[in-house]
């Protein structure tokens, strides 16, 4: 076991999935000699040189389109977008492209992609630097989707992605890659957990908080917090967003009768209203009270200063657990 | 380039210089850069050129024919076009991958994809005709554009790979004002990627004249991007063939991209649901007639003492044949079954669409057969 | 009053805010001289001049990109993207900027876009022409999202999407544009129901049933079906999804206790997800059953001939509804 | 152009030929096309560009300073691109319309933009610093490229109203690679949209080089879409107004768009995030050193016979009074108000958006001010 970063574990990840397969190519922009912006492919040029870390024109629909293209011939491209907000210029290549082909090869032409997003606010950043987009792909037949939360996990999903021989969006939670945690970098594919199992981070019995990337710390704090306030919350980080793994969801629920999903992007259409919807279908009888969403508001990303007045935090994830526990909360009196 | 040159909706009037080696009448236009590239195609091998253009026109009036008569939801014809995909893509070797939009279909023929897998996804009975790795062909495009990059980023891997192998991609004039296409130009001028991008400028995108698309000749982009530019008459097969080589040889020497525009003419209507006397005229259409492909090459044939007589009788009933076959393959090809809408979305079990799938065979079960095939597309699988 | 087709309504509707306002420019691809490839632009190219009606470029990023430097110039653009599927090229521009421009310029620069897009399938085209992509727009802060479903609604929408100072996705039935029904050529905008609002189409005890688009005429056919069961079926017609008129549904879930939400997007992050949560946040007390989405499969729209075993169709709604209502159904016995 | 005008990283160590009127060294270039454009700016003129030149290099070292002192949240600098810059927003009439990058400071001083207003968004504090309307220049845009197109629209309609107002779009080197660039030439092209392409080659796209992105000179993209490209030396500041006078001139007279490539320098990092030891070298940079654009115009004004030194500390008292009043201005900038975050979402009423503010406004009810002052990003609003 060392210690390493979630960026140095993605690193070592990477690293680990070049050498066991020479098709896997990375590609991106500025990911070689400057090892991309967040230094996550550090070193991985020099190591494999330029025809596996591939420093590509500043083009997104080119990315991915021409890693559609070294797909049909064979290859696993691993595709860094720079920031979550540059990935739009490349969505239909992915929506159309890469998540429907192969379906529309009838299985012979296979898409073994990953594309690797740095995702979320919370570092202060300029505009389109802070997005979440993760529910645009969810929505999208033919793709999976996971975000990675700590090192551990982020060092072996980001080998099970590239293994995949699915197309993986592959969400980083930005604001935590320099957050140090126990990878083992001998860790075999083979023993870990599949990336799209979730996984249940502490025990409760009063109400089932869920939710993933960056967010996952900011959960157990607040769990943490009502634990001393004396309600016991079970902490699950779904790490798979599609296809998700709703049994360990469904299990909690089944016991608290009481959810609270949390996340970054905007509520209206966001992994919240999939997973209320689907657990309510799944436990409607075990529900004491509506599933709670706290989410970033309905708006663009505002200026870095008011940050803080968009991403749920600590408080507002208490405050949602308030709300489903009916104790006295921030709507508390308002007809819902 | 002046603005004389043009028509009043901007359609290019006087065409730049191209290559041309058969003239529109059967001559042969001596060409000392490009007749070496085509030393080895004689009389035979010609009149084969003749053949395959023969039988893919006739194939693509059989698939308008089925579609007019319902068995067929749709068919973008390539009518005018044969020349200008028979030649280039005799010019490719077998390992050599195609990636084309939706209406290559001589394209496809040269490639050895059988018609009645052509039509099937014309006819909807399959999300797609063929399996790419056999024919090195793949899947057709209806993105426009889409596929340039993809035949980009698959010759980057046939160099990275050591090999000599090259791709092609197929796209039309409209095309090229979409960003992918211009963005694959830039892709594959950076990495030297063996590819040639042909362009098939068939002077109209659905109703739109290329003037509206560029004011300059397609292939001078190329220029800009650090590729070469060859623009030849796309009704002379003999030409394309000529051009295509020459890219081709490029690729394959570690030199980079071509891209090649060949000037061409879409005869018929966008696809059978198009109505093209809504926006060009009768007069334009009558002066592309003339320049007709086939027609040119049975004359230079003919002139240079081959029995044409024979040959086209030849041809045309091979043609014949073809087009039977398809039309017996294609009406009685069966629909897909109901849970086959679930195969294929991914390569790995999916926890959610399998779950999907099972309720959807559970709600099926509910039916019986009988009912089951009575039913129209509104009211449902009941 | 005139009886008019959808196509022809919209027809109308185009006319009337190009000769009101001259600031409206309708581009696109083959919109002008062929007038569309539905022909809802028919005839304005040769009223209103090729400057007015702009047949453009191949390019949808180009559309949408040049609709915003017309937006910053003063004019109300409406694009025309053909078909549902080759909106995707363009979805940058509009997720990045038709979207969020209002809010990047402090309210000073407006962005009055109205993007009409003929989506869904049914009738049975080739790949990438039937295609439900409204969750994505819906999910976009900045962006309204309407979907019409009959001549008259369609007649007024389009007028009132694009005298919207917001950027309005404006999403058209394409299978029912044949469908005719009462048009009021002189109404005034004024007088008619804004286009965010909500529409109850018939009345019901039972069931909520909501939906929009092509699919409201199914849901009709549902809803006299159901009539002939026993079964009363309150239909309503969304006609706004971002935002979502949520009083009518909300009072008629309160009456019935049952939701049942159909759509022919896959189910995934679909706009069922969304009413599905937010009905189950206003409405928990009152519903007797966990609402009920009734979709399009999580597949890339398939082949022509499979497609009806594909979309939501008059069988699988009433078999939704049976699902609400508790009655023998599908999934009768399976676990949730 | 041969593969040995390019070093290994393919960078360009040859120019192509370059309009250029004043020599790093400060001579006077003649040239017959170019100098009659320019016949106005004498050496007072000159002089007050040369001040331009200096006050914004300062405003970029003092924004530069305010981030390393965590005052602004990052700074793209624009040293080494004032020519560039400065050269062509003194050729633009007030009515011009202006579409930039993140990195045109030097362009919103020229358009009268507060340079707090500049910062305030670096900052943190405002999504935009000014009204697009007030100094007819638009927000600035990250997504690269994505200007360019809005440049093209603007200028369609200007067109369209019968004005001669022209726009103008600023983009880097790497930006032409996306795609939104190249269909911004094609539509600008088709509707001859008065619009300039004002790219700067600073050599860089981030870690970058321009050579990546293109193996041509940028300015030969252009004939390829049908219009002028004219390649200037982008450290000139005389150069560069004659050039994009000369473009301006085209547009306003209904000539159609022109596409500029002024050849500079990013001498600083990309952004103040940036660390450029990792992939360029010191020799590069004092290469370019050499060919700063201020020196050389002080130079030619002293040689001219004006008074350098006076010139020189007028210019940076004026520098350094605007430094000063820009980082009294900022550092005291107030936070911007909680609630604001919901403010021009939309421009309408908005059921939705208004229920969720309002949502939001009870919750921070809950917390007293005292306490809500306390607490730090992670800990939440409390
Ligand atoms: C991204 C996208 N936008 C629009 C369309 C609709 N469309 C289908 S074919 C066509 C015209 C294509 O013209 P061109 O590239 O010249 O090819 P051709 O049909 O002439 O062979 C258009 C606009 C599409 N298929 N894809
Ligand atoms: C669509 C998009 N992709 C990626 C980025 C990240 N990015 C910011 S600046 C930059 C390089 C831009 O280079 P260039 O166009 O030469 O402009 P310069 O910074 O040199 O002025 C990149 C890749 C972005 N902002 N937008
Ligand atoms: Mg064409
Ligand atoms: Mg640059």
Same mark, same amino acid.
């Given at each position: ?8 574990? *993605? ?46 024109? *500043? ?13 049909? $011939?064979? +290859? ?12 739009? !210029? @490349? ?13 529309? %090869? ?9 594309? $690797? ?7 202060? &950043? ?24 700590? !090192? ?8 099970? =992605? ?25 860790? %075999?594919?083979? #023993? /870990? ?19 993933? @990337? ?8 607040? &769990? ?15 790490? %798979?967003?599609?296809?998700? #793994? ?8 089944? $016991? ?46 505002? !200026? ?33 | 380039?002046?603005?004389? #040159? ?76 044969? /020349?200008?995909?028979?030649? %280039? ?28 897998? *052509? ?35 698959? &010759? ?34 950076? +990495? ?26 397609? =292939? ?62 009768? !007069? ?99």
């Amino acid at each position: 076991m060392t210690q390493l970063t979630l960026a140095k574990a *993605l690193n070592a990840g990477l690293r680990h999935a070049l050498a066991d397969d020479e098709k896997v190519v990375l590609m991106g922009e500025d990911i070689g000699t400057l090892g991309g912006v967040f230094r996550v492919t550090d070193g991985l040029k020099a190591e494999f040189g330029a025809h596996r870390v591939v420093d590509s024109p *500043l083009s997104e629909a080119g990315l991915i389109g021409t890693a559609v293209g070294l797909a049909y $011939r064979g +290859f696993r491209p691993v595709v860094e977008i720079q920031f979550d907000g540059f990935i739009y !210029p @490349g969505f239909d290549q992915i929506v159309a492209q890469v998540a429907k082909l192969h379906y529309r %090869s009838r299985g012979t032409v296979k898409m073994p992609i990953t594309i $690797r997003v740095p995702f979320g606010g919370g570092i202060g &950043a300029a505009e389109h630097h802070s997005e979440s987009p993760e529910a645009y792909f969810a929505h999208t037949a033919g793709l999976r989707v996971v975000a990675c939360s700590n !090192p551990a996990d982020a060092h072996l999903m980001i080998r099970q =992605a590239i293994a995949s021989d699915d197309p993986v969006l592959f969400f980083e939670p930005k604001r935590r890659y320099h957050v140090k945690g126990e990878v083992d970098l001998d860790a %075999s594919l083979a #023993d /870990a957990p599949p990336m799209g199992v979730a996984s249940t981070l502490t025990r409760g019995d009063d109400v089932t908080l869920v939710t993933y @990337g960056a967010l996952v710390q900011t959960a157990r704090d607040a &769990a943490t917090a009502a634990a001393e306030d004396g309600v016991s919350i079970e902490v699950i980080d779904l790490r %798979s967003l599609a296809p998700i #793994d709703y049994a360990p969801v469904e299990a909690s629920v089944r $016991r608290t009768g009481r959810l609270v999903i949390a996340h970054e992007a905007g509520q209206q259409g966001g992994m919240g209203a999939e997973i209320a919807a689907s657990i309510t279908e799944r436990c409607f009888e075990f529900l004491e009270a509506a599933p709670v969403r706290v989410t970033g508001h309905d708006i663009p990303y505002p !200026p870095a200063k008011l940050e803080r007045h968009h991403l749920p935090d600590l408080d507002r994830i208490l405050d949602g657990v308030d709300r489903v526990l009916g104790r006295p909360n921030s709507l508390s009196g308002v007809e819902a | 380039m002046t603005p004389s #040159d043009r028509d009043a909706t901007g359609l290019l009037t006087r065409p730049d210089p191209f290559v041309q080696l058969i003239t529109p009448t059967g001559e042969r236009v001596r060409d000392d850069v490009h007749d070496p590239w085509v030393r080895d195609i004689d009389l035979d091998v010609l009149a084969r050129l003749y053949r395959d253009m023969v039988v893919v026109r006739r194939l693509d009036t059989e698939a308008t024919a089925l579609q007019r008569q319902g068995e067929l939801g749709l068919w973008p014809p390539l009518a005018g076009q044969e /020349a200008a995909q028979i030649g %280039s893509a005799r010019a490719l070797r077998g390992d050599d991958f195609v990636f084309s939009s939706y209406r290559e279909h001589a394209v496809a023929w040269v490639r050895d994809v059988q018609p009645a897998e *052509l039509l099937s996804v014309w006819r909807g009975t399959a999300a797609s005709g063929w399996n790419p790795y056999e024919h090195n062909m793949a899947v057709p495009q209806i993105i426009i554009g889409a596929q340039a990059l993809h035949a980009t980023g698959y &010759a980057m891997g046939a160099r990275w790979e050591g090999t000599d192998t090259a791709a092609i991609a197929y796209f039309g004039d409209g095309a090229t004002s979409e960003g992918d296409v211009n963005e694959a130009l830039v892709f594959a001028a950076s +990495f030297d990627a063996p590819v040639v991008f042909f362009c098939q400028n068939n002077q109209w995108a659905i109703s739109e004249p290329v003037g509206l698309q560029s004011k300059q000749p397609l =292939a001078r982009r190329a220029d800009g991007f650090g590729m070469p530019g060859i623009r030849v008459d796309g009704n002379d097969v003999l030409a394309v063939l000529a051009a295509t080589r020459i890219a081709l040889d490029r690729a394959r020497r570690g030199e980079g991209p071509t891209f090649i525009e060949a000037v061409t003419y879409r005869i018929g209507p966008h696809t059978t649901a198009d109505d093209p006397t809504r926006y060009r005229t009768e !007069p334009e259409l009558a002066e592309w007639r003339e320049r007709d492909p086939i027609a040119r090459v049975l004359a230079f044939l003919e002139a240079s003492g081959v029995d044409a007589e024979g040959l086209q009788r030849d041809a045309q009933a091979e043609a014949d044949r073809v087009a039977a076959d398809l039309r017996a393959a294609i009406t009685t090809l069966a629909d897909p079954e109901p849970m086959s809408v679930f195969d294929h979305v991914y390569a790995e079990p999916n926890s959610h669409l399998d779950r999907q799938r099972d309720h959807y065979a559970r709600y099926l079960a509910m039916f019986d057969d009988a009912s089951h095939e009575a039913s129209g597309s509104e009211g449902g699988a009941r």
